[in-house]
């Protein structure tokens, strides 16, 4: 079966700002008793590891035990990236809704809607595309993702 493109060609890489954490001790996922940065770090090596199918089991496993650890936002967001990565582009689009939502006024909130405008314009929806970049301005008018939501906006037109 093929797969559909999630995102236009032009689509920058750009990493979300992660926080930052001392590198795991040699925990695993099979330790009951993990500290919430132990169990953000074991869903976080297999998303780097490119092992996505387990980071989202990791990082969703994460959130429900921790609901109110910081590092949830983190979570969600990698969630969606890890969709994206899989070429699952509705549920990568599920993923960062439901971070941007959640969260309007985190530090990657403003990356998380640019990813979805381009998410929603490789699958056809450019009006839900421009929406996206529109809200992206008014919330972040200031972050260099408002840059890019500005320049690609006339692309992006109805």
């Known amino acids: ?6 995102a236009s060609s032009d689509m ?3 990493e979300p700002d992660i926080q930052a954490f001392v590198p795991s001790d040699g925990a695993t ?4 008793e ?5 169990a953000f770090e074991v869903a976080y090596q297999d998303y780097q590891a490119g092992l996505y199918d387990s980071a989202i089991q990791g990082f969703n496993a994460f959130q429900q035990r921790f609901p109110d650890a910081s590092l ?6 990698l969630v969606g990236t890890a969709y994206f990565r899989t070429r699952d582009c509705f549920r990568a689009i ?3 809704e ?4 959640a969260f309007p006024h985190h530090k ?4 998380g809607l640019l990813k979805l405008s381009y998410l929603y314009d490789a699958m056809g929806d450019m009006a839900q595309a421009r929406s996206v970049l529109l809200r992206l301005i008014d919330r972040h008018p200031r972050s260099k993702e408002a840059k890019l939501a500005r320049q690609r906006l006339p692309k992006v037109s109805q």
């Open 72 to 77: 949830v936002v983190d979570a969600q967001y």
């Open 98 to 101: 439901k971070m941007v939502n």
């Open 12 to 14: 920058p890489e750009m």
């Open 108 to 111: 990657n909130n403003a990356l």
């Open 1 to 6: 079966a093929g797969t559909t493109p999630c």
């Open 94 to 96: 599920a993923a960062y």
């Open 29 to 32: 996922s099979e330790q009951t």
């Open 34 to 38: 993990l500290s919430p940065r132990e």
